[in-house]
């Protein structure tokens, strides 16, 4: 290590402050002068690094009333107590945040440490190492600021933040831009198989705007009468199996090695999982390349667990949970229709109704999707064809933006610790994490 890294602690670098009470009977507002975060907004999509969405506000007579103390923005904040603690998350402060009472903030002392190398030096320290309880862990101050640090100079962390906090902006990037790519292939699912707004505008006279007019040409000009309403002329409201195999077969033997996608690593925003591991069949779905996954088990279903399958190699048979509920839809109807079925409101609202079972343990049963009815024109439509063209290389795009954003993730976790500690020369990284930007 470099003679200019310096040793210290927690303590000498920063302040730590602990949260404050939130009585349920404040919470829920939408808008106010403070976002007021719990635990488990850490995890709400856009907060992956800085704390950008909150569920709760208030304003300055409730933070008055309440004795609650914002802390500042460029802190860092994580659990402090219960199981959550033990999984290491930190989160950054992107504006003055009140933080509730399970949750710590750690204030760096800006003259001796830069804030963002501060995160990235609390993210190599393992919390469980002074962890305090067994029943329900927690985290005292007084050890918190005995945790031994070395330090590099200013100018050495600012270029390590500088090397780290890119790869971290990259990612980001690819996240708000599949973000953006999701809600454009959720809102063309909704506009023609939903709302039905193509046909509403040819009824009225109007060409369907953002259209071409080869496939406007494709839509009725009219609406028909049927047991559920008004449809677009010559179309059918059909049950689901009808057009989608539900848990159609696949083939995988059990004790073979195989890719296997744990419920835990199920999205619950947009279509792919966070990562999987190969491991030996036993119990479960079997699925492949253009499947739809649904979680069926509460809070599972509730919480939108639903993947869109395009990260295995051609002809590969994945497993997974028996919680699982596996869509493909039949004939020339693309794949991706199935999932952006499934991330429709009306779907999951209707999932959920069907659930039985005890409190808690409630599931989906699989054949209570037949009595699911859509709106569509008959399989053979070259609509659908058109539907999959203009859809199809978005979640492409999305698929390889995540690839890309796994590799980055993984070249930041790799060269974090080895930076934080001095183990690797900043000149070094910077010529690794060039090589990938």
């Given at each position: ?49 800085f704390i950008t969405v909150a569920n709760n ?99 050495q962390q600012q270029a390590i933040a500088c ?56 839509f009725p000009n009219r609406f028909e009468k ?212």
């Amino acid at each position: 290590m470099a003679d200019e890294w310096t040793k210290a602690t927690l303590g000498d670098i920063c302040s730590f402050a602990s949260g404050s009470v939130f009585p349920q009977s404040e919470q829920g507002d939408a808008h106010g002068t403070y976002p007021f975060i719990k635990v488990s907004d850490m995890n709400l999509p856009g907060n992956e690094r800085f704390i950008t969405v909150a569920n709760n506000w208030i304003g300055e007579k409730t933070q008055t009333r309440l004795r609650a103390k914002a802390h500042p923005k460029g802190a860092t904040v994580f659990a402090k107590i219960g199981v959550a603690l033990t999984y290491n998350r930190r989160r950054i402060l992107s504006q003055p945040t009140i933080i509730d009472n399970n949750m710590m903030a750690a204030i760096a002392e800006t003259g001796r440490v830069h804030p963002l190398f501060f995160y990235y030096l609390l993210r190599t320290i393992d919390f469980n190492e002074v962890v305090v309880g067994t029943a329900l862990p927690y985290l005292n101050i007084g050890d918190l600021k005995r945790i031994a640090v070395t330090l590099p100079s200013p100018k050495q962390q600012q270029a390590i933040a500088c090397i780290l906090g890119a790869l971290d902006d990259k990612i980001e990037l690819n996240r708000r831009m599949n973000q953006t790519l999701e809600a454009t292939a959720r809102a063309i699912f909704k506009s023609w198989f939903v709302d039905f707004d193509p046909v509403r505008a040819k009824a009225s006279g109007q060409q369907p705007p953002g259209l071409n007019p080869e496939i406007a040409a494709l839509f009725p000009n009219r609406f028909e009468k049927s047991e559920l309403g008004e449809i677009p002329k010559g179309w059918d409201s059909r049950p689901l199996p009808d057009i989608i195999h539900v848990n159609p077969p696949r083939s995988l033997s059990k004790g073979t090695l195989a890719p296997y996608l744990d419920m835990s690593n199920m999205p619950t925003q947009g279509p792919s999982p966070d990562s999987w591991v190969l491991r030996e069949m036993g119990s479960g779905m079997k699925f492949i390349n253009g499947d739809t996954l649904v979680a069926r088990i509460t809070p599972c279903l509730e919480n939108g667990k639903t993947a869109y399958v395009n990260f295995l190699a051609d002809g590969v048979v994945a497993w997974g949970s028996t919680e699982y509920i596996v869509l493909r839809p039949k004939g020339a109807i693309p794949t991706v229709f199935a999932y952006l079925l499934a991330r429709t409101d009306d779907f999951r609202s209707f999932a959920i109704q069907q659930m039985t079972g005890s409190s808690g343990r409630q599931r989906v049963p699989a054949d209570s999707l037949a009595k699911y009815h859509l709106t569509t024109p008959e399989i053979a439509s070259p609509l659908f064809r058109c539907f999959g063209n203009l859809v199809s290389p978005m979640l492409e795009r999305m698929k390889v933006a995540a690839e890309e954003n796994r590799s980055l993730a993984a070249l930041r976790d790799g060269l974090l610790p080895r930076l934080v500690s001095g183990d690797l020369p900043v000149a070094e990284a910077e010529r690794i994490a060039g090589r990938c930007a």
